[in-house]
């Protein structure tokens, strides 16, 4: 089964950082890009996240510019998000997926989500 495989969570303080990493599992159709949401206890899954191939294109939430930054590994096939000044409200479950269209903040245009990543941070 094709997927995504996400790493690098954990329990960091306030202003803290963090690395996560997207990786795939098995062959994907082709794909727009890649993008990273993030879903916290009785919320919905929410856009963290987007890089496009087509020009590497990064696409960000508001809550989270000047803080991540997505990047492409093309030697290693990943998609990393660097996590700096990492607040509470940044706790959540962080998922990865592939972009399928062009709504990249639009959680159905996706595919093949990984189990996600948790990653925490204590105040």
């Known amino acids: 089964q094709v997927q995504m495989v996400e790493s690098g969570g954990g329990l960091v303080q306030a202003g803290g950082s963090l690395r996560l990493s997207c990786a795939v599992s098995?062959?994907?159709?082709?794909?727009?890009?890649r993008g990273w949401f993030s879903q916290a206890p009785g919320k919905e899954r929410e856009f963290v996240a987007a890089?496009?191939?087509?020009?590497?294109?990064?696409y960000y939430a508001d809550s989270v510019k000047g803080r991540f930054t997505i990047t492409r590994d093309n030697a290693k096939d990943t998609v990393d998000l660097q996590m700096n000044s990492l607040k509470p409200e940044d706790t959540a479950v962080y998922y990865c997926?592939?972009?399928?269209?062009?709504?990249?903040?639009?959680?159905?245009?996706?595919?093949?989500w990984g189990q996600g990543t948790q990653v925490t941070v204590s105040s």
């Open positions: 997926a592939a972009l399928r269209g062009l709504k990249y903040r639009d959680p159905k245009m996706y595919a093949y």
């Open positions: 098995g062959r994907t159709e082709s794909s727009y890009g």
């Open positions: 890089i496009v191939w087509s020009g590497s294109s990064t």
